[in-house]
């Protein structure tokens, strides 16, 4: 819990710090009720844990506000994909899943071009399966953990951008303590996105 408040204060340490420059540099809009937003993300997931597992699907859908259109908060929810382990005989799968909330950034530097970034807060919920022979054992995991992610992209219209980005989120599962193991693992995602600012 205690690396996962460090990580949040740092993502809005360095958030803040963004938006204080891109505030100088940015014309002040007015009307605040403008700047709210919903992004959408398509892309692929890489497990760096004991999975080693490339290539699973991964999706996310963002909802938020930004102050001024340059700092604020999101809330939204990610599909991370479903990692598998084989030996040929005994096989291990985990759907996961996590609610994030956090702080988000955006900053148009050049023209229509921009790049964005944000971090915070996710509580993951793991769906393992394990598989051996004709048997089969399932298992629900919920645990706390952080996501940061950055982005570039292109702005087509005042309300409608795309991008390229890519997020790290930090999930768990299992739990920790006598006669249980706690598995860790960083997913790495590479995406497309959408994003629609009402």
Do not use: C
Request: glycine share 10%; no cysteine.
């Amino acid at each position: 819990m205690k690396k996962t408040l460090i990580a949040a204060a740092l993502a809005v340490a360095s958030v803040a710090s963004f938006a204080a420059v891109a505030g100088d540099n940015n014309q002040i809009n007015t009307n605040q009720l403008d700047n709210f937003f919903v992004a959408g993300n398509l892309g692929k997931s890489d497990f760096r844990s004991d999975f080693d597992h490339k290539n699973s699907v991964f999706q996310n859908v963002r909802f938020g506000w930004r102050w001024n259109n340059i700092v604020g908060a999101e809330v939204g929810y990610a599909y991370l994909g479903r990692p598998k382990i084989s030996d040929g005989i005994n096989t291990f799968t985990a759907k996961t899943q996590a609610a994030t909330i956090g702080v988000n950034a955006k900053y148009d530097f050049y023209q229509n071009w921009y790049v964005t970034g944000h971090g915070g807060y996710l509580r993951s919920r793991i769906d393992g399966k394990w598989v051996s022979g004709s048997d089969s054992f399932t298992q629900k995991s919920w645990n706390n953990g952080w996501y940061a992610g950055v982005g570039v992209g292109y702005n087509l219209t005042k309300d409608f951008s795309l991008g390229i980005n890519y997020d790290n989120y930090h999930v768990k599962y299992g739990r920790s303590g006598a006669n249980q193991a706690q598995a860790n693992s960083n997913v790495a995602t590479y995406s497309a996105s959408v994003e629609y600012r009402f």
